[in-house]
């Protein structure tokens, strides 16, 4: 027999569902917290050209079409989800700008969370999480992308992603005059890779755990300038490329792969590469087929080799340092290089005439290079006694060595250089009169004595 409280919760329970049944119960969208994303693209269309397009806070599934010149910004934390193979916003017209974004791009097809296909336009504080491209920019000029963080979106119930089937955070090709400056990139293939465009500025960005941090392949006028990464395969990749100028960039900690390298220059020609610090990489420097290029002021430190050069001729290097490196460098046939000037701390050098310069040459030995070119094996008796006794008899062909004609004797350049040496002069002067007042005390106690 059924209770009182029984027929108290049945009653109930027929209530909610007529109450139901009369209101409606809620729509897919609703029940799994999202909104719908055409009231977005509503905004969009209805507004006016050059008019300011303030998106209400939620989370929208879908993508966004932008054809028109419109600052779009978020008023509260807008939130857009698009699981489709298409991007989630496309940016077909010039000067648009848009910032403050949150955008989830969980597609395996090769789309992007951003595409711009459009000039003058700026995409500021965007923070996104894809499975596939974070911004592309498709011949596209004079764009601005500041400030956004793209990070690669992992997923813990799937199996993990290996890196070449990633792909790059930030992707020009073909787009000419862009400003790239101020990104964070994270776990992507190449953080920020460029391909046949031209007078690019990449500017302050930090790249970490990618595998070409940066990555330029047959550019012109590139500028790379004062960003840093992390625990990449290769800090920077420059490839093909003319007239770039590489400086004020930090790369450490680039040692997680046999092929790792702070900075890796191959087919590079008149550029400029000064003021950068790589440290900590398993190559500081690689230069292969490179020609006509300057090297100056540049910090390779801890490295296990410090520069590597490989059919490279009529380069020049100056006023570089190379501190604490395991095999300093190793060269082959890349014998036309001008290197003059530079720090190379295991190098004991004499100078005579105190202008902080070596009297004598330093040239980079072949010889363990090429005789593990030929045996990998070798490798295992690297620094050997043998190893080094070997090194020391080799004097053939020295001619061709690639030889810094006159290393600093400091790490400093070589005018601070020269003044520590009159300074070490002005010490050795006084040790001596200080010796000689002291010889002078003594003789005059003994004779005091006597």
């Known amino acids: 027999m059924i209770n009182k409280k029984t027929w108290l919760s049945f009653f109930l329970i027929a209530c909610l569902f007529c109450i139901g049944a009369v209101i409606g119960f809620p729509q897919n969208a609703a029940a799994s917290g999202t909104s719908d994303i055409r009231q977005l693209q509503e905004l969009i269309e209805r507004a006016t050209p050059g008019e300011t397009v303030k998106l209400p806070g939620g989370i929208y599934e879908g993508k966004l079409s932008i054809d028109k010149s419109v600052h779009i910004v978020a008023e509260e934390d807008v939130h857009i989800v698009n699981k489709g193979n298409e991007p989630a916003i496309t940016v077909y017209a010039d000067d648009v700008r848009i910032e403050g974004l949150r955008i989830t791009q969980d597609s395996k097809e090769e789309s992007a969370a951003v595409l711009i296909s459009s000039k003058d336009s700026q995409v500021s504080g965007l923070k996104i999480e894809t499975r596939t491209f974070g911004i592309l920019l498709r011949d596209a000029e004079r764009n601005d992308i500041r400030d956004n963080r793209i990070v690669w979106l992992d997923d813990p119930s799937r199996p993990a992603v290996k890196m070449s089937e990633k792909r790059n955070g930030i992707d020009l090709y073909q787009s000419n005059d862009n400003r790239i400056e101020f990104n964070e990139v994270a776990g992507m293939n190449d953080g920020i890779y460029l391909e046949s465009s031209h007078r690019n500025l990449v500017e302050n960005n930090r790249v970490d755990h ?44 680039q040692s997680e792969s046999v092929n790792s390298q702070g ?53 020049r290097f100056s006023g570089n340092r190379f501190i604490a490196n395991v095999i300093e460098a190793e060269a082959t046939d890349s014998i036309d290089n001008e290197l003059y000037g530079n720090f190379w701390d295991s190098f004991r050098g004499i100078d005579t005439d105190k202008d902080g310069l070596s009297d004598i040459s330093y040239g980079i030995n072949p010889f363990f290079q090429r005789l593990t070119a030929d045996t990998p094996a070798y490798q295992l008796f690297f620094q050997s006694p043998g190893m080094v006794f070997l090194e020391s008899m080799l004097a053939s062909g020295r001619a061709e060595w690639t030889t810094d004609i006159s290393p600093l004797m400091g790490p400093g350049d ?37």
């Open 210 to 253: 990618s595998r070409y941090g940066i990555h330029c392949m047959y550019t012109e006028g590139t500028v790379v300038r004062d960003n840093s990464g992390k625990f990449n395969i290769t800090g920077a990749m420059i490839m093909g490329v003319q007239g770039a100028e590489v400086s004020g960039n930090t790369f450490v900690k």
């Open 263 to 315: 900075l890796l220059l191959f087919d590079v020609q008149t550029s400029r590469i000064h003021s950068n610090k790589v440290e900590g990489n398993r190559v500081g420097l690689y230069i292969e087929q490179s020609q006509e290029n300057e090297f100056w002021n540049n910090d390779v430190n801890q490295n296990f080799i410090g520069i590597q050069l490989l059919e490279s001729d009529g380069n």
């Open 414 to 450: 070589a005018a601070s250089e020269a003044g520590g040496s009159s300074n070490d002069w002005r010490l050795a002067a006084i040790s001596l009169l200080l010796l000689g007042a002291a010889t002078t005390i003594i003789l005059l106690a003994g004779v005091r004595k006597s």
